[in-house]
Nanobody
Framework: QVHLAESGGGLVQPGGSLRLSCAAS????????MAWFRQAPKKERELVAS????????YYADSVKDRFTISRDGAKITGSLQMNSLKPEDTAVYYC???????????????WGQGTQVTVSS
């Protein structure tokens, strides 16, 4: 059985940085995409960034381009999300997920972490 676990969330001032980490326990067979989603109160879960197992394809939501960077440890579902120039609107619970292909639909992902809270506030 595979479990994903996020870490690194917290409270940060606007303009600050945070680095989230994701680690998988257990082996995920197949070529899985690793993704980061976020969900703010009363909003739908949205895809923030994703990366294929080869590291040749990367996706970023327009709202985080040039501020967030996803990294991944080869084909493992282990990696991080570096978040710079954080804004109050980045406040959300952030989830690590793994799925067999790129998709913005959370329903297409097979494995999820429990989430970590990121709060951007002065």
């Amino acid at each position: 059985q595979v479990h994903l676990a996020e870490s690194g969330g917290g409270l940060v001032q606007p303009g600050g940085s945070l680095r989230l980490s994701c680690a998988a326990s257990g082996e995920i067979l197949g070529d899985y995409w690793m993704a980061w989603f976020r969900q703010a109160p009363k909003k739908e879960r949205e895809l923030v960034a994703s990366r294929d197992w080869r590291g040749t394809s990367t996706y970023y939501a327009d709202s985080v381009k040039d501020r967030f960077t996803i990294s991944r440890d080869g084909a493992k579902i282990t990696g991080s999300l570096q978040m710079n120039s954080l804004k109050p609107e980045d406040t959300a619970v952030y989830y690590c997920a793994a799925g067999p292909y790129h998709s913005i639909d959370p329903e297409d992902y097979d494995y999820w972490g429990q989430g970590t809270q990121v709060t951007v506030s002065s």
